[in-house]
Structure formats: structure tokens, C-alpha cells
């Protein structure tokens, strides 16, 4: 259970450029002596986001990234609109600086024009909030983060991680019956998309990790685009692209809890304009679960949005193959959420690929769910978490996919309890599945806790709620969430398409031609 066999070292990182593992002077690639919280939910998240960014004064200091930002989503009731929550400590002195993702133009229906607003309103208040298209081509900035420091206050600095943007779609609390502002999805989700999500809260020296992930990317000196019509754009719109100078990092908060944290990114290596910090990227992410999945011997258990990349789930393979006592549950999407059919159908081919992989290596240690609410409604499952025989722990914004693992940025934590009793792995674990199994967030059930009566309890919910629909949904409804996941064929000609359509847009490799070949990162 000690960090040291489950962590990266620094070398193990694989990115010298970066100062994130040498900062403190201890010789360690993590932080001790941290206190972290899942926040279940994207209505647990907003409702302590807005509390913590309306204790801030003057002179303390927001810094946040974004992959998509709606300026009139609501994070916690009437008055709480995104461009007002952080317009407001603008306004009263509190120095905002924020990066979010450029995105893809207009008409390929991301989130330009809502980014750009978001940019152009909290500037108007006096916030530093800059557009940020330093990525590789086709990739995005889907870093998820806040820090929020408060100088001659430390104990209250916290920093937020995990995969919940400030955008429509994502305040959705445990009833899963959507956000009243929502976004446009697949039909099957219906007008409001139900919305499972995480993110994590983090308090202690971990802030400081989270901290100087965001300086090192507001500090890169190359252009914010190298488009020119967007640099003309911004001209002509006079959205301010000066970067201005940060104030000094503070010296981490004090420690405040048993929880070890280790900060991983995904940058990819790019041609023009790479990144200082990172020229070569890093692929810590990807070698962090690389390293903890070498050691699971009982149960891995994964809540992810995409899951399709057979390359990515080869470890998985691995180390079902050489553990034959070892679990893996999966929780995902019933269904894609791309509206456009021709996207739907690469989804579909890649995630089966993926499960091709894995039912090879595990049979039936192998099970892959969905979610739906009381109504019958898919549940979008967006969450990116893993757990790995409960002792250790990722929340991030990072997917089981080559995209994430090595195309776009990423940011996830992963947490080790070094308490006597370690509990924070296993808890995180049982709230989520206790949910799941019982329909509703009464509590942990403690039938959980053991690893293979948690695979069975899974497979009977899951069992009773397909035979009941089976059935013509007549009685009762069980309680449970939980549908047996199976995987859209995609059959004849449409396989190649989808196939190229796959690995060119949905998920493509950017990691350097030899690591490729071998399949390394």
C-alpha cells in the first residue's frame, strides 16, 4: 500500500522539461499528507465551486482551465451563471486568470462561439481568461481544473480535477434527471440528457501540483493560434490576447490529511510550437495505469465515457491474463452520444474492438454495463475514474483512448490512502457501485466490499432489470441502474468506414512513430 510501488517516479515520468517533480526538493513525483473528496455529481461539484469562489476577496487568486464553457449555465440555483459567479470575484478584486480549449471552428458544431463569449464576458469584468489552441492538430485543451489560492489564508486553497466543464449539461445530480440547460446529444437521451460525472476536490500540497500544471501552460511563450484568421478575429472583436504576468506562487498549503496524490498529464509531442515544458510530450497518464494495472490481483474497477481503444486496453488484457483471481467491471455509455450517425457508427466499431480484446483475455471475469434512471432513460456515463484492488484510486479528464493517453492534454490524480485503515480507494468505489446497484445514493452497502460478491451482485441487478424490460416492463421496476452492455454491430461495407473514421478523427495516435510500432508509451 506504500505510494512508492504504485506511483511514477520521476524518471518513470518521462518528461525531464518539466519542474512539477522537482518543485518541492524532496525527491518525490507526489504530494503527502492531502485531503481528497470525490464529488459525485455535477450538482455536488457546482454547489462547492460557487461556495468556495464566493469566499474569495480581494487579492485572492482563481486560475482554471476548460475544454467548454457556457456562459449561461447554472451552477447552483437562480444567480449562480458561470459569467456571474467568476464575474463577481473579478469585479471585487479577486485576480482571475482562466485558459480555455480555442475549440474547432463553427461549423463542426464544438464549442467555439460559446468558449469565445465565455472569454469576451469575463474579460469585460476584469478577468484574465485567454483562448488557448496550442494543441496539435485535430486535438483539444480537455484539462478540467480550479485552484484557488488565498494568501494569509492557506487552509482554505483548494484545487478541483476531474471531468466536469462549466457548460451545459453536466448539473445533474444522483436522481439523474438532467440539467434543465442541456445540450444538443444523441436522441436516445432524451430533450435532458441524464449526467454522470466526477470530479475531485483536493486539499493540501497537492494544490500546489495542480497549480504549476496551470503556470506552465499560461507561461508557454508560443502564439495562443497559429490561425490567422482567428488572431484577426480576435482583433477585430478586440479580445485581448496578452498573456499578463502571474503573481508568485505561494508556498503549498499545509499538509491536512492521510492521502498521497500524484499528478498526471497527457501532452502530445508537437511539430510547431512545442511545448517547453514538454517538448517531447508526456504520457504520464497512460504510464501511470500502466504501472498500477501490472499490480491488480482482485478487482479493477473503471466508470468511462469512451473505453474503445484496443490498443489502450491491451494492459487490461495483460493482466487478466496473468491473474486468473483478477475482476474487471466497466461502466459506460449505453449508447454514444454523437448525434451525427456517421460518428455514432466509429464509436461503435471501436468500443467493440475493445471488448474483443477483452473478453479474450477474461472471459467471464470480464463485465461492461450501462446505466439508466427510474424513467428508463440512458444515463450518459462521463465520468473517468478507476479503481484498482481498492487501493489505488484516478479521477481525471482522461478516457480509456488513444486521444487521451496521447493526443490531447489531460489532467487526472491518482490518490493512495496512507492511513492505518485505508479507505479512500475502497469508499470512492462503494459509492459509486451502491448507486448504481440500488438506483438511488442512500449509502454504501457493505455486500461490496468483497470483490467477487460485488462481480455477482452487478451481474444479478443487471440480469433482473434487462428480464424485466425483456419481460414488457409490466410489475415493479427493480431499483437497480444496471443494464448489460452490448456493443452496436457494425457489419458489412460500413466497417472500413467506420474503422477510418475511427482512427482519424474519433481517436487518433499521437505518440512519435516508434513508440507506435511497439506499442509503447
Avoid at 65 to 73: A, F, L, Q
Avoid at 107 to 133: T, Y
Amino acid at each position: 500500500m506504500t505510494p512508492d510501488s504504485w506511483f511514477l517516479s520521476a524518471d518513470e515520468r518521462g518528461n525531464p522539461a518539466t519542474a512539477i517533480d522537482r518543485r518541492r526538493g524532496d525527491g518525490l513525483a507526489w504530494t503527502r499528507g492531502n485531503l481528497a473528496r470525490p464529488l459525485v455529481h455535477g450538482a455536488a461539484y457546482f454547489h462547492e465551486l460557487v461556495e468556495v469562489l464566493n469566499g474569495t476577496r480581494a487579492g485572492d487568486v482563481v486560475m482554471f482551465t476548460d475544454w467548454r464553457g457556457d456562459p449561461d449555465e447554472r451552477l447552483d440555483g437562480p444567480r449562480t451563471q458561470v459569467t456571474k459567479v467568476l464575474g463577481d470575484a473579478a469585479r471585487r478584486g479577486v485576480l482571475v486568470y482562466g485558459l480555455l480549449w480555442r475549440s474547432h471552428p463553427d461549423w463542426l458544431h464544438f464549442s467555439s462561439p460559446q468558449n469565445r463569449q465565455l472569454a469576451e464576458e469575463l474579460q469585460a469584468a476584469g478577468a484574465h481568461v485567454l483562448l488557448d489552441m496550442r494543441v496539435r492538430f485535430g486535438g483539444s485543451h480537455h484539462q478540467k481544473m480550479f485552484v484557488v489560492r488565498h494568501p494569509g489564508r492557506p487552509e482554505r486553497d483548494v484545487a478541483f480535477v476531474g471531468g466536469i466543464d462549466l457548460c451545459r449539461g453536466r448539473n445533474d445530480d444522483a436522481e439523474h434527471r438532467g440539467d434543465p440547460l442541456a445540450p444538443p446529444m444523441a436522441e436516445v437521451y432524451g430533450p435532458n440528457p441524464p449526467w454522470h460525472d466526477i470530479q475531485l476536490a483536493l486539499r493540501g500540497p497537492a494544490v500546489g501540483d495542480i497549480e504549476h500544471v496551470f503556470r506552465e501552460r499560461w507561461t508557454d511563450p508560443s502564439p495562443l493560434s497559429l490561425n490567422l484568421v482567428d488572431r484577426l478575429r480576435d482583433r477585430l472583436s478586440r479580445l485581448r490576447t496578452e498573456v499578463p504576468v502571474l503573481p508568485g506562487q505561494l508556498p503549498d498549503p499545509p499538509a491536512c490529511g492521510p492521502h498521497s496524490v500524484q499528478t498526471l498529464r497527457t501532452y502530445p509531442r508537437r511539430r510547431l510550437g512545442r511545448y517547453p515544458f514538454a517538448p517531447r510530450g508526456e504520457r504520464s497518464i497512460a504510464r501511470g495505469y500502466l504501472k498500477s494495472l501490472a499490480r491488480a490481483r482482485q478487482l479493477i474497477y473503471v466508470e468511462d465515457q469512451y473505453l474503445w481503444s484496443a490498443r489502450v486496453i491491451r494492459p487490461f488484457a495483460q493482466a487478466l491474463r496473468s491473474n486468473p483471481e483478477l475482476r474487471l467491471i466497466c461502466v459506460v455509455p449505453l449508447a454514444p452520444d454523437a448525434a451525427s450517425p456517421t460518428i455514432s457508427m466509429a464509436e461503435s466499431w471501436g468500443r467493440k474492438q475493445a471488448m474483443k480484446v477483452l473478453g479474450r483475455a477474461g472471459g467471464d471475469r470480464v463485465a461492461v454495463y450501462g446505466l439508466e434512471n427510474a424513467a428508463g432513460t440512458p444515463i450518459y456515463v462521463h465520468a473517468k475514474s478507476c479503481v484498482v484492488d481498492d487501493a489505488w484510486a484516478t479521477v481525471g479528464s482522461d478516457n480509456f483512448n488513444l486521444r487521451s493517453w496521447t493526443y490531447d492534454s489531460e489532467l487526472t490524480c491518482a490518490v493512495v490512502d496512507e492511513s492505518a485503515d485505508p479507505e479512500y480507494a475502497r469508499d470512492l468505489r462503494l459509492e459509486l457501485m451502491s448507486e448504481h446497484l440500488s438506483g438511488d445514493a442512500a449509502g454504501p452497502d457493505a455486500r461490496l466490499r468483497d470483490p467477487k460478491t460485488a462481480f455477482d451482485l452487478f451481474a444479478a441487478a443487471a440480469k433482473e432489470l434487462d428480464d424485466w424490460h425483456e419481460a414488457g416492463a409490466t410489475g415493479p421496476r427493480p431499483r437497480t441502474r444496471l443494464r448489460r452492455y452490448v456493443p452496436p454491430k457494425v457489419r458489412g461495407w460500413r466497417r472500413l468506414p467506420a474503422r477510418l473514421i475511427y482512427e482519424l478523427i474519433c481517436d487518433p495516435d499521437g505518440r512519435p512513430g516508434a513508440l507506435r510500432l511497439r506499442n509503447r508509451f
